[in-house]
Structures are given as structure tokens and as C-alpha cells.
């Protein structure tokens, strides 16, 4: 089956006692039992609910698991609580290596609560394997990656790192929600678990926080699924519910998103009020042939410095009107910001390196025209 009709399908078959087209919401904390532990295959909703468990099927066929191989999806209640769940598979003592440009609640995470408790941590510059490999220690156990990155929208090379993880014993994980995964699968380029904010582009319509992990690895993935159970971060039945219905229309939302992102990218290259453009898909990306050997396409974020610093990307990002100053990103609706004020606060002053007159846009699936128009006015 083709992506756009495993998203459509996986896990989605019409339920068997109405013949509902839509997976329901089982709005429900337990069920009857025939006799004790006798059982339809769910009796607790932490441990198991059937719209939870439809998503994770959709999410697993996605990322290219097959479930009967023993590998799998775990869905969780936010990105962050899936990287907690990663979190819970470390022992003190551990160390984890991060790239240098990370999602911010992610360095967050591990310097500010890991960290905290005795498991090491350090950064890397994830675009040269090299960096990663001498930054590698004899109790490293996690290789994350994100790429693209963000907010600089880099692109590290997964093979390469897969590599370098796996000499060292270590497990490799990709954040893959910028590129999602009908733009990139990371399985395929070496990584063993693939984590997701269906928050943004999955969920699709910024009315929910969900995450996820899927692994092909049967023993990672019955840990993973022990974990979501014994730690308790599942999302509830209407989360599941909406991400699996962002699903639905992915492949067609990216699409549109590609797009415009390609086109605005041109636009803010080719002006002079511009700086710097961050998009992969521009050939002038010191990564777009990295980006072109293992993106479909090259997704809906695009980051620049418009000319005049700071106060500059201030004034731009309070006067744009169809694009929303918000945190956040992946919704059907354009968002801009400053992340050094905003997404990435937590990361200034520290060795993560985000410019302070850097503007992030999340590019919506809006008419393209109405779209740089917008900023084209706001830039004054
Ligand atoms: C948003 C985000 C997260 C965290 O996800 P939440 O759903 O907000 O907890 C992790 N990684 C990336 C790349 C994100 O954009």
C-alpha cells in the first residue's frame, strides 16, 4: 500500500458492531470482562483504548513498520512525554548526546531534569559525523538527531550517525516531526526509534498535543509499550482521535506546505530587506544535496534573518497578519516568531547557538500569493 492510502486505512478499518467509517472515540476508563482477566483484548485505558490503539497502527504504517514483525508505535500524550518515555529506558550514569541544535524543551529535558539526576549529557555539532564520533564516551546509550533542525533548519547525515551510534552500542533516535513521515523515514536510514510531536504537522490543525515512538526493534517496542503503561503519559481517547484524523490528509497537507515554503523561500532570498534564508530546498543550502538524498521534499519551515538585527525581526514578526506570532508549527495556518525569544529561550546563553534576529515561519497551506504578500508588507 501507498502512503496516502495507509494513511487512510492502517488501523482504520470500519468498526465491526455498526460498521462506523471512523474509528470511534472509546470514551471509556475500563471494560467488562466475560470472567476475570477474560477479556476483548482491552481492560484498562492506560494499559490499552481501541482509538489509541488505531492510531498507533496508523503511526507504525507510516513510519514503515510492519506490526506483525513485533515492532510498533507508542503513542503518548505529548512529544515531550515520548521523550520521557526514552528517558525511562536510561539507567543513571547514562549519557546521552545531543545535537548542538535541538528543539528547545528537548535540551531542556535532559539538561534541566535528567541532567539533574545523575545522567550525563553533552552537544555535538550534528553536522559533522566527525564532531558526533569524538563526542561519543564509553557510557553513551542515546545518539538523538534532529533534521531538519530547528530552528536552523540543518540537515545532519542519519546514515552516517547511525553508524557511529551503533559502533559505540548505543541506540539511535531521530525527532523526525519537521519532516514527517511522508517526507523522511528515518528507520530506513538506520535510526531505531522514531520520535514525533503529533502536535504539529501530524495532527495538522494546532487543536491538539500528542506525540509518539515507533520502533521495528520488537524488544525496544514491548519496553516502550511496558513503559507508556507502568509510567502512564497516554493521550486520551479525543487526542487520539484528532491526530489520527490530521492523518488522514497528511500527504496532501505536506504537499501544499512544500510548496508554498519553496516559493517563500525564493521570495525572501531574492530580497534585499533579507539577510539570510534557511530552507533545504534552496540549491544555496550548504545541505540541500544531503536534504535531496534523504527528504521526499524538503517540508513547511523556513527560517531567515531579515536585515537590521533583532529589532528588525521584532517589528516584522508583530506586524505579519495572516501569519499568527505563535509558538509552535504544522498547522493548516501560517505562524511566525523569534525563537530566541520565544521557542528557544531556553537555550540562549548556552553552547546551542540561535541568533537573536532569527525569524521562524511555520508556512500554512493558505493561497501562496496572500501568503508573501503578508510578509512582504510586514517587512515594510
Ligand atoms: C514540538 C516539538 C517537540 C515537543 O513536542 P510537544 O508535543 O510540544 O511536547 C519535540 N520535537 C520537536 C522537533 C518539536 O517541534
Known sequence: MKFETKAIH???????????????????????????GKHAGYDYSRTDNPTRSALQTALAALEG??????????????????????GYTLKVGDHVLLPDDAYGGTFRFFARVLGEQ????????ATDPAAVAAAIRPNTKLVWLETPSNPLLRIADMKAISAIAHDAGARFVVDNTFATPYLQRPLDFGADVVLHSTTKYLGGHSDVVGGGLVTRDPELHERLRFLQNAAGPVPGPFDAFLVLRGIKTLAVRMERHCANAMAIAEFLAADARVAEVMY????????????????DAFGGMVSFRPKGGAEAAHRLVERTELFFLAESLGGVESLIEVPAAMTHMSVVGTALQVPDDLVRVSVGIEHVDDLIGDLDRAMG
Open 118 to 125: 545523575g545522567f550525563a549529557w553533552s552537544v555535538a555539532k
Open 280 to 295: 533545504p530546498g534552496l540549491t544555496s543550502h550548504p545541505d540541500h544535496a544531503l536534504a535531496h538524498r534523504q527528504m
Open 10 to 36: 492502517a488501523g482504520q478499518d470500519p468498526e465491526p458492531t455498526t460498521g462506523a467509517v471512523v474509528v470511534p472515540i472509546f470514551a471509556t476508563s475500563t471494560y467488562a470482562q466475560d470472567a476475570p
Open 65 to 86: 513498520v510492519d506490526e506483525a514483525s513485533g515492532g510498533g508505535a507508542t503513542a503518548t500524550a505529548s512529544g515531550m512525554a515520548a521523550a520521557s518515555l526514552l
